[in-house]
């Protein structure tokens, strides 16, 4: 086992956690979302937002929106510095296992067309293409493609 894995691990993210979790963001998206919003996604009972760490920092995490039985996924990120290394693949298995836990059962989400890693992540997890939402993305009018797995 590498040092990499060795020191890797996870846990739900706390209030606290917005600051870090911001820079992660920062690093992975054109529009990202800001500290406060991360704060206020950690206080809400309805999600469910698990941190990757290693050495203790935040590299990556995963979101969802636990409503009616269903986790819509709001964001998955992993650092650059990071990736390619399965760390969003672990975070995907462990979110999937708690919100089945939670009572959900069935996970959506939208992606970019553009975004093959991210389309190929999902796709290893049973969520399959079910339409776009056209113009989505504010930042380049990018269709959304919109994802489901109705058997969780
Ligand atoms: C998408 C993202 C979270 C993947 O994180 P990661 O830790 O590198 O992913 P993993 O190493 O677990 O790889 C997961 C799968 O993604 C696919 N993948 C990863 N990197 C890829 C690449 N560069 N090109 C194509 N597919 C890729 C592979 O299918 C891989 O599975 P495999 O190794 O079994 O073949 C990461 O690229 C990221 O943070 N991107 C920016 C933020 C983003 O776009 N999030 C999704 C928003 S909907």
């Known amino acids: 086992m590498s040092g990499e894995q060795a020191a890797l691990c996870f846990r739900e993210m706390v209030p606290e956690d917005a600051e870090a979790v911001e820079q992660v963001e920062k690093a992975c998206f054109s529009i990202p979302w800001s500290r406060e ?3 206020k996604e950690a206080a809400n009972e309805q999600t469910f937002y698990l941190l990757a760490l290693q050495d203790g920092r935040v590299i990556g995490y995963a979101g ?13 990120a992993v ?7 399965g760390v969003a693949t ?8 708690e919100v089945k836990q939670r009572g959900a059962t069935a ?3 939208e992606v970019r067309p553009s975004n093959k890693p991210a389309l190929a992540l999902y796709e290893k997890f049973g969520l399959k293409s079910v339409g776009r939402r056209k113009g ?9 493609i919109i994802m489901w ?3 969780l």
């Open 37 to 39: 919003s991360f704060w």
């Open 64 to 76: 969802t929106w636990l409503v009616a039985g269903e986790a819509q996924v709001t964001n998955v």
């Open 79 to 85: 650092h650059p510095e990071h990736r390619g290394k």
């Open 90 to 97: 672990k975070l995907m298995e462990r979110l999937i296992c």
């Open 107 to 109: 996970m959506t989400l």
């Open 136 to 144: 989505y993305y504010q930042d380049n009018g990018e269709d959304a």
């Open 149 to 151: 797995n109705t058997k």
